[in-house]
């Protein structure tokens, strides 16, 4: 079964997420932010990380940067419903800082199990 962590700061956001991998037959985990989620990965490694970028204590950039040298073989989803700038900005960053695929926040569920399955089969 394929593992999947979701780093994101929004409590309901997340509990959502897991639910719906779950349904889709995913082993899910959790975290609140890059600091708790870069420690889950290294006690046991996922398949694939989707991390939120605009966080408190480790945000998502620095998050994506850690997990890439650390761990250059994960997948990485990065999702943004943008904060001070739009979304698209920070998502280009997370792109071309390793991220493997981008979503801004909303995004369709379609969207996410296609991208998803995409990567990790």
Same mark, same amino acid.
Request: charged share 35%.
């Given at each position: 079964?394929?593992?999947i962590l979701i780093?994101?700061?929004?409590?309901?956001?997340?509990?959502?997420?897991? =639910?719906? @991998? !779950?349904? !889709?037959?995913?082993? %899910?985990?959790? +975290?609140?932010?890059?600091?708790?989620?870069?420690? @889950?990965?290294?006690? $046991? *490694?996922?398949?694939?990380?989707?991390?939120? /970028?605009?966080m408190p204590n480790?945000?998502? /950039?620095?998050?994506?940067?850690?997990? $890439?040298?650390?761990? *250059?073989?994960?997948?990485? &989803? =990065?999702? #943004?419903?943008?904060?001070? &700038? %739009? *979304?698209?900005?920070?998502?280009? %960053? =997370?792109?071309?800082?390793? +991220?493997h695929r981008t @979503? #801004?926040? *909303?995004?369709?569920?379609?969207?996410? /199990? #296609? %991208? &998803?399955?995409? @990567? &990790?089969?």
């Amino acid at each position: 079964m394929k593992r999947i962590l979701i780093i994101d700061d929004d409590d309901q956001f997340r509990e959502m997420l897991c =639910a719906m @991998l !779950e349904k !889709e037959g995913f082993q %899910v985990e959790e +975290a609140a932010d890059g600091d708790i989620g870069i420690e @889950l990965q290294r006690k $046991r *490694p996922f398949d694939l990380i989707l991390t939120d /970028i605009i966080m408190p204590n480790k945000e998502g /950039i620095g998050t994506i940067i850690d997990l $890439r040298h650390d761990f *250059p073989d994960v997948k990485i &989803i =990065a999702i #943004s419903g943008g904060g001070r &700038i %739009v *979304p698209n900005n920070y998502l280009d %960053v =997370a792109e071309k800082l390793g +991220a493997h695929r981008t @979503l #801004s926040k *909303p995004f369709e569920r379609k969207e996410l /199990i #296609s %991208v &998803i399955r995409e @990567l &990790i089969g």
